[in-house]
């Protein structure tokens, strides 16, 4: 067996999420796409985890999971200890107080037709016995935490601009109280300057308020400023797990290299070093289905790599799943070792 | 573009939309007071009408209009006024029958098959095509035989087969709300189904509703009518519009003028339903959007003997340049060149015009925005201002335009080769050239694969490949400027460097340039030779990418690196206050003064010039403290 996260990662009873061997899969017989292919990953409470990829990594399919509004092929997701697999939101109950979301489109997140007062209220009037006047003073308190004038309660989604309706989704979130928030790309539609101002909203609501994020990104510089652990995705699959600094700065795994790489940085200096230092991946116009799904873009790609998916190995601190880092010499089923260093 | 800060503090939803587009089209106010009219005088027929419309005068047949009959009497010399006022009734009761009847089921299913989908969808679409598949006229003369003279029967079962209609629209309406992100936000708040039905979905399928509705009337009345004209409406003895027309056509060689009052009651009606239905279809999304009046071009273009005399190597001169649209200008005095060999950004953030500057270029803005002032020159010739025709032959060939997003830049309906053919055919290549350069182009823009890729259509290759070929067409008619608009930031970040290789290689033989328009310093850090930067309509920093970036002298550029997150760090960042004044809130002053940390009294007095910034290369900067920033080193 490829060694389970139990096994690689110190098990604490202090996960608030855990997500077990999680697969996600569209259509049906043959022309089925796995969006989400075997992705083990845990979240502790007040902790920031990065979920890194590019378009197509299933990266927004787990987040989807996880909050209920896209059903599970195989696999487990509990939340604090409650198997929530296949709960629908909607059938969620008190949980769904705990478990909240900010969506990446500030536009299409909020209502059109209905004043951000009523937006923030919904939920508030749904599940907690508050009064109206109750839930006004909620309304204001939630207003000026995200930094948003007391007036603003009164308008429509319009009347804002696209940082302020992030605020304003933001502060939805924060309505119930949640231990997690599921930030699903929140910077990616915004501007550098509102995209600094939301990160550090979001950084202060974290410290002030105890929030665990699994946060949802594909920008390498944005995930490190705001997590603590990061989970690089591609295709579906878990290609490296670790400690931010650890996967920004040291990245192991191929592909992380490589995203570390393109990432270009505003120093010109640097930028050239690292364009001359990169090794120009193209894309491939067909995907293997069997052995590292990285295989057909790898630079360091070997015959194994086609045919056998890597096992999971720790290295220092993070987890890799490469053919690079062998837990025991090719055969992952036998390798009992995963502290092995390499 | 994307951050439009509307000011108006109203909701945008299509009820409410089509509700102020009826409060607001006198064509629609009148059709209201007409129906208001026409349900008045039939309700309240018994008083009103002059007479009663049963009674026969025999003396008084097929009489004009005159004092005491104001439009006539019949061939049995009964009134035509009063039959008219009670011949309303049955029509219009049986009309708002039916499509009370089709609503009532129609909205509920809808919401359901919408909503839910799986099987509930299913068997609720084949149910609504068995009801398209009936032919409710047919079915109406059966019932008429069956149950004679019972027009609820007959409307009953006319609102039953008009409920597959309402059932598809609210359906489709649904699905197309079910998808938004607003309501899987409401999911994830643990709303019940009911109140996410009832407060999320329903308010957006309300103004379709109303609009097929309105059409249901219509048809309805015509129906209602016609089973009357036919003598299988209601009791032959009541009055009513269809029967009217019927007896008015058995007189028509005696007296034509009986036709006219039942007709046109009924097609006014009929009208002003349909003008109702219209109304607010127009104000639901996707309906038409008032047609802006296309401004004549009013262009000062400088003389060429007014500007500084131009390098021979330059190849595009942008000057003093303004674009406006309707509420103002968005550009506002733009000054920049591009030599041959050379890439130069535009970098700013939503609302700095960069991307308006860059449409500007090419005649390329949309049809409410014009250059108001300043001069476009390329290659010697001056684009602002110039006739369409010009300006086409200019595009193509000598500037071509590459979109952020590259499957818009494609056809869906051909192949990539069919595309870049045409592209070629068109520049005036034969046959057998076009196809010939067609594999040498796609291989110049690093595809591996060109004859597997030109037999692709846009769907089946992935987003790198779609902006590999789109620049392959920009190419195909051998441009000397490219223009690319954001051309990464749709792409993965892998893909992205591989993209900037490509334009690096396009621009390195040194007879080309490009301008590329983005948001992100690290793509221009990446690519640029020069930069300028832009803030509220105006280049505010301009210069080699490196000393740029690498120590600012305007605090916009400055702080814009300092928020910008890196791979090394972590923790709070330094932000810039507040947001990007909208173009009607532009101060006289420095734009930015407002949110700099530096601006002093002189900064508010009066419109900043862009100053010369001494060192080893041209550099400017629209600051009054930027030789104070000099000392600093950037980031």
């Known amino acids: 067996m490829t060694p389970t996260p139990e096994e690689v990662q110190p098990r604490t009873d202090a996960w608030l999420l855990e997500i077990d061997h999680l697969r996600v899969s569209y259509g049906r017989r043959r022309r089925t796409h796995t969006a989400v292919d075997d992705v083990t990953l845990n979240v502790g409470a007040g902790e920031a985890v990065g979920l890194v990829g590019e378009s197509g990594s299933g990266k927004s399919t787990i987040g989807r999971a996880v909050l209920g509004l896209t059903a599970s092929s195989s696999g487990r997701i509990r939340f604090e200890d409650t198997d929530i697999t296949s709960v629908p939101a909607e059938r969620r109950g008190a949980l769904t107080a705990d478990l909240q979301v900010v969506f990446q489109d500030p536009y299409g997140s909020l209502n059109p037709a209905r004043t951000i007062s009523q937006t923030l209220t919904e939920p508030l009037l749904t599940h907690r016995a508050m009064t109206a006047e109750q839930a006004r003073a909620r309304v204001q308190g939630l207003l000026d935490q995200v930094g948003l004038p007391a007036d603003a309660a009164n308008r429509y989604p319009a009347a804002f601009s696209g940082g302020q309706r992030q605020r304003i989704a933001i502060a939805r979130a924060l309505a119930s109280n949640p231990k997690l928030v599921i930030c699903d790309e929140p910077v990616s539609a915004l501007d550098l300057s509102t995209q600094a101002q939301i990160l550090n909203l979001l950084a202060d609501l974290r410290a002030d308020l105890g929030l665990a994020y699994l946060f949802i990104g594909h920008n390498l510089a944005v995930v490190r400023n705001l997590c603590d652990r990061v989970v690089v995705l591609y295709r579906g699959q878990v290609m490296e797990t670790g400690p931010a600094a650890q996967v920004t700065g040291h990245p192991l795994h191929p592909y992380t290299a490589a995203l570390v790489a393109a990432a270009p940085v505003a120093d010109v200096a640097a930028q050239r070093e690292r364009r001359l230092a990169r090794v120009t991946v193209t894309e491939p116009l067909t995907v293997a289905h069997s052995g590292c799904p990285f295989a057909g873009r790898c630079p360091h790609v070997e015959d194994i790599c086609r045919q056998q998916r890597p096992a999971r190995v720790k290295v220092g601190e993070s987890v890799v799943a490469c053919h690079l880092f062998p837990s025991g010499k090719g055969d992952s089923h036998t390798s009992g070792s995963v502290d092995e260093k390499v | ?635």
């Open chain 2, 1 to 635: 573009m994307s951050t439009v800060v509307h000011h108006a503090d109203s909701p945008v939803g299509p009820a409410a939309r089509a509700g102020r587009a009826l409060a607001t089209s006198p064509l629609t106010l009148t059709a209201v007071a007409w129906l208001v009219l026409v349900v008045l005088t039939s309700v309240f027929a018994d008083q009103l009408a002059p007479f009663d419309p049963l009674t026969q005068n025999l003396t008084e047949l097929l009489k004009p209009p005159s004092a005491t009959h104001w439009l006539g009497t019949d061939s049995l010399g009964r009134d035509v006024l009063s039959r008219l006022m009670h011949g309303g009734d049955t029509l219009l009761w049986g009309a708002a029958e039916a499509t009370a009847i089709a609503v009532a089921l129609g909205l509920p299913a809808g919401l359901l098959s919408g909503y839910r989908g799986g099987i509930a969808d299913a068997v609720i679409s084949w149910l609504v095509d068995l009801t398209f598949a009936v032919p409710a006229f047919v079915v109406l003369v059966a019932l008429a035989v069956i149950y004679p003279q019972n027009t609820a029967v007959m409307m009953a079962v006319l609102g039953v087969l008009g409920a597959g209609a309402a059932t598809r629209l609210v359906r489709n309406s649904t699905r197309t709300v079910r998808d938004e992100l607003f309501i899987d936000a409401a999911r994830v708040s643990g709303l019940p189904l009911r109140t996410i039905l009832f407060r999320h979905v329903l308010p957006t399928v309300v103004a379709p509703v109303i609009m097929l509705a309105a059409t249901s009337m219509a048809i309805c009345v015509i129906v209602l009518s016609s089973l009357s004209f036919l003598g299988l409406g209601g009791s032959p003895e009541a009055p009513s519009w269809g029967q009217m027309i019927y007896e008015a056509s058995q007189n028509i060689t005696v007296d034509s003028w009986l036709l006219v009052p039942p007709g046109a009651v009924l097609i006014l009606t009929v009208i002003a339903f349909n003008l109702i239905a219209n109304t607010v279809r127009d104000a639901l999304p996707g309906g038409p959007t008032p047609r802006p009046v296309r401004h004549r071009r009013t262009v000062l273009a400088e003389t060429a003997a007014q500007r500084p005399d131009a390098d021979p190597q330059t190849l595009l001169g942008v000057h003093g340049l303004v674009v406006e649209f309707p509420s103002g200008p968005v550009v506002d005095g733009v000054t920049f060149a591009v030599r041959k060999g050379e890439i130069l950004g535009l970098v700013g953030e939503s609302g700095s015009g960069k991307t308006v500057t860059a449409l500007a270029i090419p005649g390329l803005l949309p049809i409410d925005e014009r250059i108001t002032a300043g001069s476009v020159r390329f290659a010697g010739e001056e684009l602002a201002g110039t006739t369409e025709r010009r300006l086409s032959r200019v595009r193509g060939r000598g500037v071509a335009y590459i979109a952020q997003e590259p499957m818009a830049a494609l056809d869906p309906c051909y192949t990539v080769g069919n595309q870049l053919r045409a592209a070629l055919r068109h520049f005036g290549a034969t046959r057998r050239a076009a196809a010939a350069r067609t594999g040498d182009l796609l291989r110049e823009v690093g595809i591996s694969d060109p004859d597997r890729v030109m037999r692709c259509r846009p769907h089946q290759i992935s987003g790198g490949i779609a902006q590999r070929v789109a620049i392959a067409l920009a190419l195909t008619g051998d441009p000397a400027l490219l223009i690319a608009d954001e051309p990464t930031t749709a792409l993965d970040v892998t893909v992205q460097a591989a993209i900037l290789d490509l334009f690096r290689n396009v621009v390195a033989t040194g007879e080309r340039a490009l301008v590329l328009v983005s948001h992100d310093i690290g793509v221009v850090a990446d690519v640029c030779d020069r930069v300028a930067v832009m803030y509220a309509g105006q280049i505010v920093e301009q210069g080699e990418t490196d000393s740029v970036l690498g120590a600012p002298r305007h605090p916009y550029t400055r702080a814009l690196l300092r928020s910008m997150p890196s791979l090394d760090t972590a923790g709070r960042l330094p932000v810039i206050p507040g947001s990007v004044p909208a173009p009607d809130a532009w101060p006289e002053g420095c734009r930015f003064a407002a949110r700099c940390a530096l601006a002093t009294d002189a900064c508010k007095k009066g419109p900043i010039p862009l100053m010369d910034v001494s060192g080893p290369s041209p550099r400017t900067t629209r600051c009054v403290r930027g030789h104070d920033l000099a000392p600093e080193p950037g980031r």
